[in-house]
């Protein structure tokens, strides 16, 4: 599927690129819309695809493994989305197009991009295509997400009582 090259464009143009270049529209806005169809998509795969409940804060292993920047950095790497990042100079002499904050936040624009042109169905499409590995493996983790929970089963486990 492609994205119009001008929508494209603005999801790798990188505020410090932008602010270099005048004030170009940045990738922020896009990033949001990107961040929340991600949301979306996981929450939907998580109710409609796995057997177990969904109840807030018990199931902390439904939490998103990007929480953290890192993995949805991985899968920017894989793609080597860093070599199409607009950035500014400062970035760029810092090792920008590598770092994973900068990564992750491009890669949620290029979600919102797809959305925004494609519409949800396509943008669920291209999420899964991306993401359905990784959430594969996270559902086997269980509560090894959640280091609380999984410290109060090992003490369970091994009759220490409840961590203090």
């Not at 695809?49 to 807030?56: F, N, Q, S, V, Y």
């Amino acid at each position: 599927m492609s994205v119009d090259p001008e929508l494209l464009d603005r999801a790798l143009t990188h505020r410090s690129y932008a602010y270099e270049q005048g004030g170009l529209p940045t990738n922020e806005r896009l990033e949001f819309l990107g961040d929340s169809v991600l949301g979306l998509v996981v929450t939907e795969h998580l109710f409609v695809d796995l057997p177990r409940p969904i109840r807030g804060p018990a199931c902390r292993s439904c939490a998103p493994p990007w929480s953290t920047p890192e993995p949805l950095a991985d899968i920017a790497r894989e793609l080597d989305l860093g070599a199409v990042i607009h950035l500014g100079r400062g970035e760029e002499s810092t090792g920008g197009r590598d770092k994973s904050s900068i990564l992750a936040d491009t890669m949620e624009a290029v979600i919102g991009a797809v959305f925004l042109q494609h519409g949800v169905d396509a943008a669920r499409a291209f999420v899964h295509h991306l993401f359905d590995p990784l959430m594969a493996e996270v559902a086997t983790r269980g509560a090894g997400l959640d280091w609380k929970t999984s410290l109060q089963e090992i003490a369970s486990t091994n009759g220490l009582g409840v961590p203090v």
